[in-house]
C-alpha cells in the first residue's frame, strides 16, 4: 500500500452492470489531493500527462480498469478495448471533468523480437484511474471512477541489460545502400542504452523534465516495479470539440553553444535539402493519410523551427476539423507510424527496421495519450523516453535517413537526442 495520511477522503463511487460511473470529486476532497504537492501527486500516480507550456498537469491515482494486450498485440487491438470501455463510462454530469481513459501501444507488434523489460507494459494498455486530479492554469478538479485504490506496492524488478542490437552506424551504412538502390525513401532507426539511475527517484525525473522541456508533453506510466516516462516533443494527433491538431516533426540540428553558433545551426537546418525532405515525407503522409478524416486541413507551406535545450527541429503544425463520423482514435491509427518514427513507404521501412535495428523498441515511438467520453483527447508519439526501474534507465533515440545520411551525422543526432534524458537521469 502506499503511504497516505489517514485523513485521505475516500470518493464515493458505484458500478452498476458493468458501467463505470465517473463522480466529480468535492473542492475539498480536490484540495486534499492538491495540497499533497507535485512531488507527492507525481510519486503516486500510475499515470501523469504535464503539458507546462498549456498549463495542464492530470494525474491518475490509482487504477479503475486497466486492460493490458498480449505482447504482439499493438494499437488495432488497444483500440477495440478503449472503445468497448467509453461505451461504458458514464460522463460526468455538464460542467463536471471527464474522466480521461489513457492508452499507449508498442511501436511495432509485429516485430518478433521480445525484451523481457516490456513484459509488465504488455503489447498495449488502456487505463482509467480510479481517482484523476486536474489543472488546467490554476484550475484545479477531480473525478473518481470505481475502483482500487491505492495502487499496490511496486514490484521488483529485473536489472536492465544493454541489448543486443545491431551495430547503429553498419544499419544506417546498410539503409542507405537499401534507399538509394530504390528500395525505400526514408527509414528511421534508433538505438537504446542503459545508464544507472542517480538517486532521484521517478518523481524527481519528471519534476526535471518538466524544468528542461516545457513546451513538451512530459508523461509516466506504472507497471509492476517499473515506470515507462518521458518528455515527448511530438504530438501525434489532438482533438478538442472537433478541432484536429497535427504535427510534422522531423530534421534535426543540435542547439548552438550561443547565440550565433545557435541561429547558424537554426540557418543550417531551414536550408538543408536532406532535412527538408526527411521533414516533407512527414507532412505528405499526414495529408495522405488524415485527408479523408479530416476538413479544411490547414498546411503551411514550409517548416518553422522548434527549439528545445538540446535539439532544435523542422516543425509544420497542421490543423482542420475532424470530418462527421470521424474520431480521434481512427487519426491515431491511421497516423502511426509516421514516417518521422518509421520512415516511408511505411511497410518497407517497417521491414527494414526489423531486419536492421534487430532490437524491440517497446513502447518507444508508439502512441501515448488519452481519450474522454466525448472524443476529446491527444496523443504523442513516444520519443525521448525512457524506462526506469531497478536503479537503471533503458533511453530511447533513433534519427531518420534518407539518401544522403552519412552514420557519423544521424549517431551524433541520436546521441543529442538520447541527452534529453541522460541529462535527467543519471545525476
Ligand atoms: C526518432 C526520433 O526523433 C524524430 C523526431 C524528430 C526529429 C527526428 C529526426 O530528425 O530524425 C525524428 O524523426 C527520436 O527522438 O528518437
Not at 13 to 30: D, M
Not at 108 to 120: E, M, S, V
Not at 168 to 178: N, Q, R, T
Request: charged share 20%.
Amino acid at each position: 500500500m502506499i503511504a497516505t495520511s489517514t485523513s485521505q477522503p475516500t470518493p464515493s463511487v458505484t458500478t452498476e452492470q458493468g458501467a463505470i460511473t465517473a463522480t466529480p470529486l468535492s473542492p475539498g476532497t480536490v484540495e486534499w489531493y492538491r495540497a499533497r504537492g507535485e512531488r507527492w501527486l507525481r510519486e503516486h500516480a500510475t499515470v501523469t500527462w504535464e503539458r507546462p507550456s498549456r498549463g495542464l498537469q492530470v494525474f491518475g491515482l490509482g487504477t479503475a480498469t486497466r486492460r493490458i494486450g498480449a505482447r504482439g498485440e499493438g494499437l488495432r487491438e488497444a483500440r477495440a478495448a478503449i472503445e468497448e470501455l467509453l461505451a461504458g463510462l458514464w460522463e460526468s454530469p455538464a460542467g463536471a471533468p471527464a474522466p480521461m481513459v489513457f492508452l499507449s501501444a508498442s511501436f511495432d507488434p509485429g516485430n518478433p523480437l521480445r525484451d523481457p523489460a516490456w513484459d509488465a507494459f504488455g503489447g498495449w494498455q488502456v487505463l482509467l484511474p480510479a481517482i484523476t486530479i486536474v489543472r488546467r492554469g490554476e484550475a484545479w478538479s477531480g473525478v473518481a471512477c470505481a475502483g482500487d485504490f491505492p495502487a499496490g506496492p511496486a514490484e521488483e524488478t529485473a536489472p536492465l541489460e544493454e541489448q543486443t542490437g545491431a551495430n547503429l552506424g553498419s544499419a544506417i551504412a546498410e539503409a542507405v545502400g537499401e534507399i538509394r538502390a530504390g528500395q525505400y525513401q526514408k527509414v528511421v532507426l534508433a538505438g537504446s542504452r542503459v545508464v544507472p539511475v542517480g538517486p532521484a527517484a521517478p518523481a524527481d525525473i519528471l519534476a526535471r523534465l518538466v524544468a528542461a522541456f516545457p513546451t513538451t508533453c512530459i508523461f509516466s506510466i506504472r507497471a509492476g516495479g517499473w515506470t515507462w516516462l518521458g518528455a515527448s516533443p511530438e504530438p501525434l494527433a489532438g482533438v478538442q470539440d472537433g478541432r484536429l491538431e497535427l504535427v510534422s516533426l522531423a530534421g534535426s540540428r543540435r542547439r548552438g553553444r550561443d547565440a550565433a553558433e545557435d541561429a547558424a545551426l537554426e540557418a543550417e537546418l531551414l536550408a538543408s535539402e536532406k532535412e527538408r525532405w526527411e521533414h516533407r515525407l512527414v507532412v505528405e503522409a499526414i495529408r495522405q493519410e488524415v485527408g479523408e478524416l479530416a476538413e479544411g486541413l490547414e498546411i503551411p507551406g514550409a517548416p518553422t523551427v522548434m527549439k528545445l535545450a538540446n535539439i532544435q527541429h523542422l516543425y509544420t503544425p497542421i490543423a482542420g476539423r475532424l470530418a462527421p463520423g470521424a474520431s480521434l482514435l481512427d487519426v491515431v491509427e491511421r497516423l502511426h507510424p509516421t514516417p518521422a518514427v518509421g520512415g516511408w513507404p511505411r511497410d518497407a521501412a517497417l521491414d527494414a527496421i526489423r531486419r536492421l535495428e534487430r532490437m524491440d523498441r517497446g513502447w518507444y515511438a508508439g502512441p501515448v495519450g488519452w481519450v474522454d467520453p466525448s472524443g476529446n483527447g491527444e496523443f504523442v508519439v513516444g520519443l525521448r523516453t525512457a524506462l526506469v526501474g531497478g536503479g537503471r534507465a533503458r533511453l530511447y533515440a533513433g534519427a531518420g535517413i534518407v539518401a544522403d545520411s552519412t552514420p557519423a551525422g544521424e549517431l551524433e543526432e541520436i546521441e543529442t537526442k538520447l541527452d534529453a534524458l541522460r541529462g535527467v537521469i543519471n545525476r
